[in-house]
């Protein structure tokens, strides 16, 4: 049996490739955590340092402190896990750099020098600068460090959208070449991707803000503090979970148009058929071509995919066996990302729907589900990025270059070593990151500052009643 | 179009350049760090904490201008050079999380562990790879006929070891610029100690390579190059010795052996860009064999010209902000 075929029986069998394959999975996957929660706390600490500037209440001063402790520990795993993949697409997939690197090159010369510069340029001062500037500049630099986190963002998923859905190219000499720069940056998929990843982010990180809110409130440790965490993370995650869930429906949509092969895979569709049902569980069988198991609503897919339960849903079977995506595994991630979402949506909603009827404080319960719905973002992201790019497969640019072309010429060994090395090196520092960032959040937020200036405006002004509630309660 | 190829690798070289400063300094203060007292190491840290991580991003910069302008010689070359590019990239992992979780720890000791053996490991490795770029590779059709250890050989170990010292030395020039009283006079001896082995390394380098690389022998010792280029060799001896001069008495002007310490390594750098010119992957691939085409070179380029002076302004207002010695408030955050 060979790797070729999916079949592993042997450790013989981890040929180069799939080494190569699984350590950048595994980088990739490990460094998109970090990003997850730095780019929502980054807009999270401009949040917070405007209203300061603007009210001059020092609890925002107080909640900017604690949290800018773990961003600075989030932003610093992603900038380190960040360098690796920038030069293993070189190392370990050369052929897809010498190929595509006319069209990926540029998009990420221009992350680096919008991006990376931007937010390493600021986050001294953000971090260092509060007694070397004045307020109006530290904030400045807050801004431009989430700015950054955006940019960043923008020019990555546009080549990875690309490598999803290619346009404003040719071939010529086998290598790509630009037709037309726009058409490249703003590939079909791109704007749908692009707001997808960044609503995911946000979302992520108001339910790990709500999260730690709630261990707050359970431990007695600072309800006051912990109260106000919570209501922000809820009330932010119950506008992005309904709003996300739309984005990616439109994604969806959008992938059926340029992607539908991965569309059959995420919905275990084999056969070309009308009135297709909307899966909940089934086991695929790839080499049957088929699923067993199946439990399904039927006609929904067809509804939610042609917006007609006669809709005609194309199926796996349309391309040769090699030229279809590992079906079980996109299947279960894409199922196990909307989950999340909807675990999301539930939860926020509860927990909007508590804080306006006042039934303050909250139920322990629920609290302690709310704990535990923390990493319900991460999972979901992880979970998404493993549906597009394994839904993806067996291409790493879709129609024109498949994965098995594109990797280096490195000896399995030499892989399998490397390899070793990041799950060793990358287990310890998680566990190094978790541990710190417990110690964080135990240790609680800095003691309240006096107020250090005039507020130019009346504090509770502008804002919901229930949440200037939590003055009257405490 | 010839030109687009030869204005990029201006650019790359560049960032090369700029990285090589920057990041020296960084890395050469965790070099430093095991022959620093425990007290004073805070203060070493807090010297470049608000700084390395934009010093970091020219290593990307560089990365991403090979890929941009060269992608065939980006593909070769990490491929060849696989270990010991991942080995630097794992010790820049290291390296770079120290930063924060050095501060944070109770128990210093990995995390100091971390700091020094990140930061020595990243030189050396840095200097490996050099060495085995400057000795050049073959090409057979497919992939540089390199083998995966080849990365070690006796030159590849003497310029690893040279850039390890030539960072430490930058380090201790940065320090000396940063810090006051104890730690200021212990980096002024820790750079008079460390220039004489530079520039010993440095004229190892200078008559090994031209021994090693025959293309290169000629280019320097040919003539009439022998005159046109001795410039070269002259102005980096008469930069040792300045920076010797400047060392021997305490400097009145803290910068002035930073400052002298970067010439010395323009020059080096310079001596290095006329032996390998106009090759991108030695002795196989010139940078118009593997330059990206026309309309790739051209897009990034708008970028670069627009952007990049944006950023050299806003990161030297943040080197700006930081002015001035280590101060409490850069330690921690």
């Known amino acids: ?474 | 179009m010839d030109m687009l190829p030869l204005i990029w690798m201006l650019f790359l070289v560049a960032a090369i350049g700029f990285y090589v400063l920057l990041d020296g300094f960084s890395l050469g203060v965790g070099i430093l760090f095991p022959f620093a007292e425990p007290k004073h190491r805070a203060t070493m840290m807090g010297s470049v904490s608000p700084v390395w991580d934009g010093n970091q991003t020219w290593l990307i910069g560089g990365g991403s201008a090979l890929l941009t302008g060269f992608p065939k010689a980006f593909h070769l070359l990490c491929a060849a050079l696989y270990l010991p590019l991942m080995f630097m990239l794992i010790a820049l992992v290291f390296r770079g999380v120290a930063f924060e979780f050095y501060g944070k720890a109770k128990d210093k000791r990995l995390w100091t562990a971390a700091f020094i053996g990140g930061s020595t490991l990243v030189a050396f490795c840095q200097g490996l790879i050099l060495g085995s770029y400057v000795l050049g590779f073959e090409y057979d059709g497919r992939r540089l006929v390199f083998g995966a250890w080849d990365f070690i050989s006796p030159f590849s170990l003497l310029t690893g070891v040279g850039v390890v010292l030539a960072y430490a030395l930058l380090g201790a020039c940065w320090l000396i610029l940063k810090t006051e009283g104890e730690l200021r006079d212990w980096s002024i001896e820790r750079a008079r100690r460390l220039l004489p082995l530079v520039v010993l390394m440095v004229g190892l380098v200078s008559v090994w390579t031209p021994l090693a690389v025959p293309a290169i022998s000629e280019r320097w010792f040919a003539m009439p190059n022998l005159i046109l280029l001795s410039p070269i060799p002259i102005w980096t001896l008469v930069m040792a010795f300045v920076l010797y001069r400047v060392l021997k008495t305490p400097p009145k002007q803290d910068g002035l052996p930073f400052i002298t310490c970067i010439g010395l390594y323009l020059l080096t750098l310079i001596g290095l860009g006329i032996s390998l010119w106009p090759h991108i992957v030695p002795r196989a691939f010139t940078l118009w064999d593997v330059a990206a085409p026309p309309e790739s070179l051209l897009f990034a380029m708008v970028g670069v010209l627009l952007i990049v002076p944006v950023v050299l302004v806003y990161t030297a207002h943040s080197y700006y902000v930081f002015r001035g010695k280590v101060r409490a408030e850069d330690l921690y955050h």
């Open chain 1, 1 to 474: 049996m060979s790797a070729a075929s999916g079949q592993i029986t042997t450790l013989m069998d981890l040929d180069a490739l799939l080494l190569s394959r699984i350590q950048f999975a595994f980088t990739i996957a490990y460094h998109i955590l970090f990003p997850t929660l730095s780019m929502g706390l980054a807009m999270f600490l401009v949040f917070l340092e405007g209203l300061e500037l603007r009210t001059g209440d020092p609890r925002y001063r107080q909640a900017f402190r604690f949290w800018s402790g773990i961003f600075a520990l989030s932003f610093g795993m992603g900038v380190v896990s960040g360098v690796v993949l920038s030069y293993e697409i070189g190392t370990n997939w050369g052929r897809f750099s010498e190929i595509a690197g006319p069209v990926v090159g540029p998009l990420l010369s221009y992350e680096v020098m919008t991006a990376f510069f931007l937010e390493a340029g600021f986050l001294g001062v953000m971090l260092f600068g509060r007694a070397r500037v004045g307020p109006r500049m530290h904030f400045f630099a807050t801004c431009m460090v989430a700015l950054g986190t955006l940019f960043s963002a923008f020019w990555v998923l546009s080549a990875n959208s690309f490598m999803q859905t290619p346009a404003g190219y040719r071939v010529e000499d086998g290598v790509l070449r630009i037709d037309s720069w726009v058409e490249v940056i703003f590939n079909p998929s791109f704007p749908y991707r692009y707001l997808h990843m960044v609503t995911a982010t946000y979302l992520s990180t108001s339910m790990a803000v709500a999260a730690v809110g709630a261990w707050f409130l359970l431990s007695g440790r600072d309800d006051r503090f912990g109260l106000h965490m919570t209501k922000l993370g809820l009330l932010a995650a119950a506008i992005l979970a309904p709003l996300q869930i739309f984005i990616g429906d439109q994604h969806g949509l959008n992938t059926l148009e340029h992607q539908p092969i991965k569309i059959a895979a995420m919905e275990g569709h084999w056969h070309t058929s009308a009135e297709v049902p909307l899966l909940l569980f089934a086991w695929p069988d790839q080499t049957a071509e088929e699923n067993h198991f199946e439990i399904g609503i039927p006609k929904l897919a067809s509804l939610i995919l042609t917006h007609s339960s006669d809709g005609i849903v194309k199926g796996l079977t349309e391309v040769p066996p090699d030229e279809r995506p590992p079906v079980a595994i996109v299947f279960w991630s894409f199922r196990v990302m909307v989950g999340c979402g909807l675990a999301m949506l539930l939860m926020a909603w509860v927990g909007v729907w508590f804080l306006r009827r006042g039934s303050l404080p909250m139920s322990r319960g629920y609290l302690r589900l709310l704990m535990l719905s923390g990493p319900l973002g991460f999972i979901a992201v992880l979970a998404g990025w493993v549906t597009t790019e394994c839904g993806r497969q067996p291409w790493v640019v879709q129609g024109l270059l498949k994965t098995r072309d594109a990797v280096s010429d490195i000896a399995a060994e030499n892989v399998a070593l490397t390899l070793a090395a990041f799950i060793v090196v990358y287990a310890l520092l998680f566990l190094a990151f978790a541990s710190f960032s417990s110690h964080l959040i135990r240790k609680g937020p800095p003691a309240l500052e006096p107020l250090a200036h005039k507020p130019q405006d009346t504090p509770l002004s502008g804002r919901p009643a229930f949440l200037a509630a939590d003055e009257e309660e405490l």
